[in-house]
């Protein structure tokens, strides 16, 4: 079992709580995305507060609980939504941090209140944190709560986990605010990244931005040492497993596949519509093995899963209509009646369909242009309890450090990534089943629960904490 350091409850702050609602008058409900998927089993075992935003404008909230959880809303006013979350966070630090997947745009306003929203996470996560307690700050939103918080409260363990990559030097150091994003990530005792590439970019950039000395993954700043690691982030493999092998889960896969058409062969691609997740470019591969006659209604179909993601952001809302419209001209030219070449479905589906899909699917596709990990190449293998699947993955992706017996591929390279498509349609034998079992057995054993607690170890051998 995972206990934060000392026993104490662990305090998680995110930019968004665990849980959402419809409308003011429903009830939550756990809320999907990559960092929910990982942390909620790890807070099932173990007590902990949440600090985040629930998720509607100018709400302010009481704290409550939800299954076990003690939540502690922060509210953001309609200017921060705009500034700090879609614009600094989303249109700024998001494309850039991706390898400027998407255009960066660089607002002097949209700094300001990220450096504002930065400061009201902290002082909340200050309210919250138990004396001596462990704080466990994620992601991109948040790169400045490890200095304040630190400032506010010496007597803290500060961890700081970032979901997505870091970016080379010669990337980051576009960024105006580039000294201060350091300096701020510089209060934590532990910085977690997914790869150690990312961590070997941050190590950099501490050296020029903030002119410490490095000494393998530990920065000297000041009087204080900073540890710097790779903690791949990884999925609840045995829930999952046990999902995708529960009756009522199969039965709803076999009624999927009748209700395709009982194709041969079943493709699927599951993604948040974001540009970096290369959806584009694996339908552009799909739809020049269509025009081959390589694949094709009725023998084999494609679901696109592509949840809505950032829809009030523009360049999320370009990618929308460029989809959209690449997906209809290939539905216009391949499909016949009641027969679509493409299933495109632009919605949210509850978890037990999710692990129905994953078993519906025969060849999994996953094409990021660049991920941090990306999870859903994670929990496709854990939901083949029968070893059968084949899992096409970016080389671009956190997720093939661990998964390497997938079909890896350059989803930049068109025909590469069509042989691997190919490939993994005439897959299927024992060869198949062993590069399955070879992935699987890697996930059992690093599982969410064990990134959970390599992170809190590694934070627990840090620093001895002030006392109060
Ligand atoms: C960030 C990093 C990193 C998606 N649609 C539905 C749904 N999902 C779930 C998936 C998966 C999660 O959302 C997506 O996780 P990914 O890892 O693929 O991607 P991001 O959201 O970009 O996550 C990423 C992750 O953080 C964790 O550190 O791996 O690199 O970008 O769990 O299953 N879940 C449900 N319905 C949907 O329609 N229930």
């Known amino acids: 079992m995972v206990v934060a350091p000392g026993g104490e409850a662990l305090v998680i702050v995110a930019n968004r709580l665990p849980v959402e609602r419809a409308d003011p008058a429903s009830p939550w409900r756990t809320s999907p995305g990559g960092l929910v998927s990982a942390l909620i089993p790890v807070l099932q075992r173990q007590p902990g507060v949440w600090v985040g935003w629930a998720g509607a404008a100018d709400e302010d ?24 979350y879609e614009g600094f966070s989303n249109a700024t630090l998001w494309p850039l941090y991706h390898d400027v997947t998407g255009e960066a745009v660089f607002e002097r ?7 504002r929203v930065n400061q009201r996470f902290a002082e909340a996560a200050s309210r919250s944190a138990p004396p001596g307690s462990t704080v466990w700050v994620h992601d991109y939103q948040l790169q400045l709560v490890p200095a304040l918080l630190r400032r506010a409260r010496p007597d803290l363990r500060i961890g700081w986990f970032n979901h997505i990559p870091f970016p080379g030097y010669e990337i980051y150091a576009r960024l105006p605010w580039r000294h201060q994003i350091v300096e701020g990530l510089l209060g934590a005792d532990l910085l977690g990244f997914q790869r150690r590439d990312d961590a070997v970019n941050f190590l950099r950039a501490a050296r020029r931005c903030a002119e410490v000395v490095t000494r393998g993954s530990v920065v000297e700043y000041g009087d204080r040492q900073i540890r710097v690691g790779a903690f791949p982030i990884s999925v609840d493999t045995a829930a999952l497993d046990a999902l995708a092998r529960d009756p009522t889960t199969r039965a709803r896969a076999r009624q999927i596949r009748h209700d395709l058409g009982d194709p041969e062969a079943v493709l699927l691609g599951v993604d948040r519509l974001d540009y970096t997740k290369g959806i584009i470019n694996r339908l552009r591969a799909y739809s020049e093995l269509l025009e081959e006659g390589a694949v094709g209604p009725p023998r084999t179909v494609l679901i696109q899963v592509a949840s809505p993601s950032r829809d009030r952001v523009r360049e999320y809302q370009l990618l929308r209509e460029e989809l959209e419209t690449l997906v209809g001209r290939i539905n216009g030219d391949y499909s016949s009646v009641g027969r679509p070449a493409i299933h495109y479905l632009h919605q949210s589906f509850p978890r037990d369909e999710m692990a129905a899909l994953y078993l519906t699917a025969d060849v999994m596709l996953v094409t990021p242009l660049k991920d941090g990990m990306n999870l859903v190449a994670k929990e496709y293998v854990a939901c083949r309890s029968d070893e059968s ?21 350059n989803p930049w390279d068109m025909d590469g990534t069509k042989e691997a498509i190919r490939q993994a349609l005439n897959g299927g034998g024992a060869a198949t089943r062993r590069r399955m079992r070879t992935m699987r057995n890697h996930i059992f054993t690093e599982d969410v629960h064990h990134w959970a607690a390599a992170f809190l170890g590694a934070l627990e051998l840090t620093v001895d904490r002030d006392p109060r």
């Open 61 to 84: 909230l009481d704290p409550f609980d939800f299954e076990g959880l003690s939540l502690q809303p922060v509210t953001l006013s309609a200017t921060d939504i705009e500034r700090y």
């Open 389 to 409: 699947g084949v899992l096409v993955l970016s080389e671009f992706t956190g997720a093939v450090d661990d998964l390497r017996q997938a079909i890896v591929i």
């Open 109 to 115: 306003g949209w700094w300001e209140a990220y450096s």
